[in-house]
């Protein structure tokens, strides 16, 4: 099971609820950037072994909290072995985690014989995680509510450079830095063209990633210098993206950057539909 990181194009916060839960419209797209998960019922138990020291390895990892909630939700009393490959960058705004939970609740599905409706399925990975909905349908989509609300929304197959400065941010001290007051008023558009993605693409956590890490308004300079189509900050950040019509102006990009930038720099593409996981990794480049 290959679990795809993601993107927020578009990003506007547009209210925070009694419960601290933050309201977004955001557009979301998938990318062949993905950790590979090996999911097998077996013994008792969950077991986990994560290619990363530095996750947690045991309960505190969303795959487990995922495997966990699907057993409570279907009484299912075989033991789960979680096998996890990671290569999206942790804490940095492209949902790793909440791919990852979200593929465990599929395999799960799938090799308990689908116990578990769409519906259902969405209520469970609800529960994880705001971001882990969107991760079951793997389609580009528009997030309401605290983004679990989704709706079909159609991209183009932009190609992305992906561009990590390795500095981990977490989601939560962003959204505890946010100056509501401070932000522009009701989303700029509703019509996301995807013909022109210059003219909606912005993110309102991104001025605080940005007071965080001030470098990476350099950053974003270089992508615009290297010929980026548009840039902006995915999610809480700190990755940035560009967007480039073709996996060669991306790649050439990347090369530029990678003269003075020492961080982690990937080329993927937008996954627009569905489409066999087997080929995703056909589109993935690190530089
Ligand atoms: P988002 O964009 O959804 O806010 P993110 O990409 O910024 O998420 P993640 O990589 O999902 O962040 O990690 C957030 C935190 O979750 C990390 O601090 C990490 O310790 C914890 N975590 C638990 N399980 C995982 C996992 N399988 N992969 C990555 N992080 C995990």
């Given amino acids: 099971?290959?679990?795809?990181?993601?993107?927020n194009l578009y990003l506007k916060v547009v209210g925070r609820r009694p419960d601290g839960y933050h309201?977004?419209?955001t557009v979301m797209q998938p990318l062949t950037l993905a950790d590979t998960l090996t999911v097998t019922l077996a013994g008792k138990g969950i077991s986990l072994r994560c290619d990363r020291p530095d996750l947690p390895q045991g309960e505190e990892n969303l795959v487990w909290r995922a495997a966990r909630q699907f057993q409570e939700e279907t009484g299912l009393t075989q033991g789960v072995r979680l096998r996890l490959s990671k290569r999206?960058?942790?804490?940095?705004?492209?949902?790793?985690?909440?791919?990852?939970?979200?593929?465990?609740?599929?395999?799960?599905?799938?090799?308990?014989g689908k116990p578990l409706p769409p519906d259902h399925l969405h209520r469970v990975a609800s529960r994880l995680g705001a971001d882990v909905p969107f991760f079951l349908?793997?389609?580009?989509?528009?997030?309401?509510?605290?983004?679990?609300?989704?709706?079909?929304?159609?991209?183009?197959?932009?190609?992305?450079?992906?561009?990590?400065?390795?500095?981990?941010?977490?989601?939560?001290?962003?959204?505890?830095?946010?100056?509501?007051a401070g932000l522009a008023g009701p989303p700029a558009t509703e019509a996301w063209?995807?013909?022109?993605?210059?003219?909606?693409?912005?993110?309102?956590?991104?001025?605080?990633?940005?007071k965080r890490f001030p470098e990476l308004a350099d950053l974003l300079a270089g992508l615009s210098d290297a010929g980026a189509w548009c840039q902006g900050i995915s999610g809480s950040g700190p990755t940035l993206f560009g967007l480039f019509p073709t996996r060669e102006a991306a790649h050439q990009a990347?090369?530029?950057?990678?003269?003075?930038?020492?961080?982690?720099l990937a080329v993927a593409r937008g996954l627009t539909g569905p489409e066999p996981e087997t080929?995703?990794?056909?589109?993935?480049?690190?530089?």
């Fill in 1 to 7: 099971m290959r679990c795809p990181a993601k993107v």
């Fill in 23 to 25: 309201e977004l419209v």
């Fill in 88 to 112: 999206i960058p942790v804490a940095a705004g492209l949902g790793g985690g909440s791919s990852d939970a979200a593929g465990t609740l599929l395999a799960l599905n799938k090799l308990a």
């Fill in 137 to 180: 349908a793997r389609e580009p989509a528009v997030g309401r509510g605290t983004g679990t609300q989704l709706s079909p929304v159609t991209l183009l197959p932009y190609w992305y450079l992906l561009v990590n400065p390795g500095v981990p941010l977490s989601t939560r001290w962003v959204y505890e830095n946010l100056d509501l």
């Fill in 193 to 210: 063209d995807p013909e022109h993605p210059e003219t909606w693409v912005q993110n309102d956590l991104g001025t605080v990633a940005l």
């Fill in 254 to 264: 990347g090369l530029r950057l990678r003269r003075t930038f020492r961080g982690w």
């Fill in 279 to 287: 080929t995703w990794e056909h589109h993935v480049w690190t530089i």
